[in-house]
């Protein structure tokens, strides 16, 4: 596509050329915060099955309703886990929205598009909730309103009664029937109740077809345009505001994930310990030793550590000489050490900020931070208080 075919489409169909952007600008987003914070990420992931939850970009689940985050009807439609999600998604509504827009005009489309994805994933979320569907499962992707635009053109073609349009309708009937198909052969990965909710929301609109191409240029057209962009703006800006209050809480969770990998990988070097000063079965010490290798093939315990697994693995086959065993101990203690200190200033840090938390929470001032006994070195930090 050159600038010149490229410049046309975005002058000829603004709306739709905006939508698409900004799913792409999410997806990106939601790359790179996954890129970062998980230290493996496979391609599968990305490109399949997807990333997890969306929640810091505004996907939707029924206890966020329940909870009040409504701007999650809103925001949810602009989420995409996964590569192919996106992909296919962005092929279908450029198709359709281009096609929408050229009938309607922009401001059309966007109440359309607003209108589809709310009150679709509304009605979705309140047909999961009769049926008991677990409230923390995350749903996202613009296919709402994709099939609010399906539903909409089957019954636009159909009001229209004319030969041509009568052939639109059967198209979009058959691509109801392939997604609903598809959704029954992968129900994880599908959200067929969102599917259902966006096209019972656009079949309705379809039959004021002839009425939205006559007031395309209206008072009342752009009065509608405009309200709803504004309603998708306060979207996004909601679930900005919401993301920025939760930061918080996310900084402690992942505090609390890397003391919990601390304080295990501290109970592994305890175990080998034991073995390397008391005696005892050698031939686990390999696979408790390599258990740990994302925390402990890392500096400062990278060289001990690696000098530590190929001795492991002869122990485990043989016994011993003083000389290794000594050199064991070493290296044992060069991986304990620094491992201790890690593990007890995340300690302190967590309860730092469970009290600061706390305090802001009750409108006071923390409280200073008292000094923590050192554990022993002959065991791990203690976790004293709640979980």
């Known amino acids: 596509m050159n600038l010149r075919l490229l410049a046309r489409e975005v002058r000829e169909y603004p709306a739709t050329v905006l939508f698409s952007l900004s799913w792409v600008v999410v997806f990106v987003a939601m790359v790179a915060v996954h890129l970062r914070d998980v230290p493996a990420p496979t391609w599968g992931r990305l490109l399949l099955t ?7 970009f505004g996907d939707l689940t029924i206890a966020d309703l329940a909870n009040g985050e409504y701007w999650r009807l809103i925001t949810c439609n ?4 996964s590569a192919i999600h996106i992909g296919m998604n962005l092929f279908a509504f450029y198709l359709l929205g281009a ?4 009938w309607y005009g922009s401001w059309t489309l966007v109440a359309i598009y607003g209108t589809t994805g709310v009150f679709g994933n509304l009605l979705s ?3 999961r909730r009769a049926i008991g569907s677990n409230p923390l499962i995350h749903s996202g992707g613009g296919s709402v309103v994709i099939m609010g635009l399906i539903g909409l053109c089957a019954a636009a073609g159909w009001a229209s009664r004319s030969s ?5 309708t059967w198209q979009m009937l058959k691509a109801l029937a392939i997604t609903g198909a598809l959704g029954l052969a992968f129900p994880r990965y599908i959200d067929n109740w969102g599917h259902a909710g966006g096209a019972l929301v656009g079949l309705p609109i379809g039959l004021a077809h002839r009425r939205l191409r006559a007031d395309q240029y209206s008072h009342w057209v752009w009065g509608a345009g405009v309200a709803w962009s504004l309603i998708l703006v306060a979207g996004g800006l909601a679930q900005a505001r919401s993301d920025r209050n939760e930061r918080g809480a996310r900084a402690m969770t992942a505090l609390r994930q890397e003391l919990d990998a601390h304080f295990t990988a501290y109970r592994v070097i305890l175990a080998v310990r034991q073995w390397a000063y008391q005696g005892g079965d050698s031939r686990g010490l390999a696979t408790l030793l390599r258990s740990q290798v994302a925390l402990l093939d890392r500096e400062p315990t990278r060289a001990a550590y690696r000098r530590m697994l190929p001795l492991a693995n002869e122990f485990a086959r043989r016994k011993p000489t003083a000389a290794e065993l000594e050199a064991f101990r070493r290296d044992l203690e060069a991986v304990r050490k620094p491992l201790h ?3 007890d200033a995340r300690l302190k840090a967590y309860w730092a900020g469970r009290r600061q938390m706390d305090a802001s929470a009750a409108g006071t001032r923390p409280a200073a931070t008292p000094p923590v006994r050192p554990a022993p070195k002959s065991a791990a930090p203690r976790r004293d208080g709640g979980g």
């Open 50 to 56: 997807g990333m997890g939850d969306g929640r810091r």
């Open 78 to 81: 602009f989420v995409h886990y």
């Open 99 to 102: 096609l929408l827009e050229s």
């Open 125 to 127: 979320t309140l047909a």
């Open 164 to 168: 041509r349009d009568r052939e639109l």
């Open 341 to 343: 200190d890690a593990a």
